[in-house]
């Protein structure tokens, strides 16, 4: 067993503690996560929730993503950093962003999801394959 993933907020007020692996790693490309990133991606860590602890309160809002579900983002209200998002339609998973972790390194993307909004300026690693939507199954 390798070590929880722990992380949080800038300012550390919302922190989490995640055991177990990651079961799925991406960058996503979404017009949704670039409003919300302000650059060109998204950059995640899902996991199933069973493992997650959180501490500290994160506000929340949601919003309908291109998929059509509503994923509900949490930040810290005090620092403003985005710390997680949760599915509506998938409760038994668990999202942060990767640089939100202690530990940024551990991010390790296996994909890139809907590369059909990607900008011209926003170029990832052209090894990692890249989906227009999400990958199938
Ligand atoms: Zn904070
Ligand atoms: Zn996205």
Redesign the pocket.
């Known amino acids: 067993m390798s070590d929880a993933y722990t992380g949080g907020c800038a300012c550390g007020a919302v922190r989490y503690e995640i055991s177990g692996e990651p079961v799925f790693m991406n960058h996503?490309?979404?017009?949704?996560?670039q409003h919300q990133s302000g650059t060109g991606?998204?950059s995640y860590l899902t996991f199933g929730a069973e493992g997650v602890e959180l501490t500290g309160d994160a506000a929340q809002w949601g919003k309908a993503?291109?998929s059509g579900n509503v994923k509900t983002r949490g930040f810290c209200p005090q620092c403003g950093s985005p710390v997680y998002l949760r599915f509506a339609a998938m409760p038994q998973i668990f999202t942060v962003h990767a640089a939100s972790l202690d530990d940024p390194s551990r991010f390790k993307p296996q994909v890139a999801?809907?590369h059909m909004r990607a900008q011209a300026w926003d170029r990832l690693d052209p090894e990692l394959p890249a989906f227009a939507k999400m990958p199938p199954g």
């Open positions: 996503c490309q979404c017009l949704d996560c991606h998204g993503g291109d999801t809907y």
